[in-house]
């Protein structure tokens, strides 16, 4: 029986991965910032009684540590997927957006160190016993690939998502711990429900969340859902910089208030 703990997991593409986890018998740590929704989602999983909820910010790193070293306490852990993440239109321009910066940066970067920390040395002990080959999962984004217009901080915050991991893939390389990055394209979740442009190839929550789960699986290091945009992206980035200036400047662009997932 797996154990995974998630961030971020009370909607979106957190809900939607630990759904399928639930659906496949693994027993859940959940973490999300309303208590309420938490709790409610909880009790509608397969196994209801097994998952444990914590309700705290994954900015409050001493919450989210003594949330890990409660789940640790309850047996190996097996996946721990940093998912929490918000958005919103930033312009650099207007004094107001520093802050929103911060939080970006904070909630989708700092958080994802803070998610993994905890979890490192068990799942290193774990590994060298031979009892699992535990995962950690970041959660980029295809928009971390290029930056946007209108969305320095969420394009910067997963451009530095997908850097951080590949750095700490390689620093826990041959230590039988894997960290897997996956970078979603579009997906159907209340955070692109708010985009104010077209969302090319966009994915059901739950189509997402049964591929992660196959890319976490088999250890990938780095997996594109859907592929299509993976392609898209490598396009992108061979685009000289003019060309795609030009392309994107008058991209439609996001608003600017924050949303979550």
């Not at 490192?120 to 984004?141: E, F, H, N, Y």
């Amino acid at each position: 029986m797996q154990r995974v703990f998630i961030t971020g997991a009370s909607s979106g593409i957190g809900a939607a991965l630990a759904r399928r986890y639930a659906e496949q018998g693994a027993v859940l740590g959940l973490v999300a910032r309303r208590e309420t929704v938490l709790r409610e989602f909880a009790a509608s999983l397969p196994q209801a009684g097994q998952h444990r909820c914590y309700a705290l910010d994954v900015t409050d790193h001493a919450a989210l540590a003594a949330a890990a070293a409660d789940f640790i306490a309850g047996g190996a852990v097996d996946v721990v997927i940093a998912n929490a993440g918000i958005s919103a239109g930033t312009l650099t321009e207007y004094a107001e957006d520093l802050a929103v910066f911060e939080q970006i940066v904070a909630t989708n970067l700092l958080a994802t160190v803070a998610t993994f920390a905890p979890f490192i040395a068990a799942m290193k002990a774990q590994a060298q016993a031979g009892r699992t080959t535990p995962r950690l999962v970041g959660i980029g984004s295809v928009a971390g690939i290029r930056g946007l217009p209108g969305a320095g901080a969420y394009s910067a915050s997963k451009a530095a998502v997908i850097s951080y991991c590949e750095s700490l893939r390689v620093e826990l390389h041959g230590s039988g711990v894997k960290v897997v990055t996956i970078a979603p394209g579009f997906i159907a979740t209340p955070m692109t429900q708010e985009n104010p442009y077209p969302m090319p190839f966009l994915m059901p929550a739950e189509k997402f969340a049964a591929r992660a789960l196959q890319a976490i699986a088999c250890g990938d290091s780095y997996r594109v859902i859907p592929w299509q945009m993976g392609v898209l992206a490598k396009l992108l980035r061979l685009l000289p910089n003019a060309l795609y200036d030009a392309a994107t400047s008058k991209r439609a662009r996001k608003p600017r208030h924050l949303s979550g997932k």
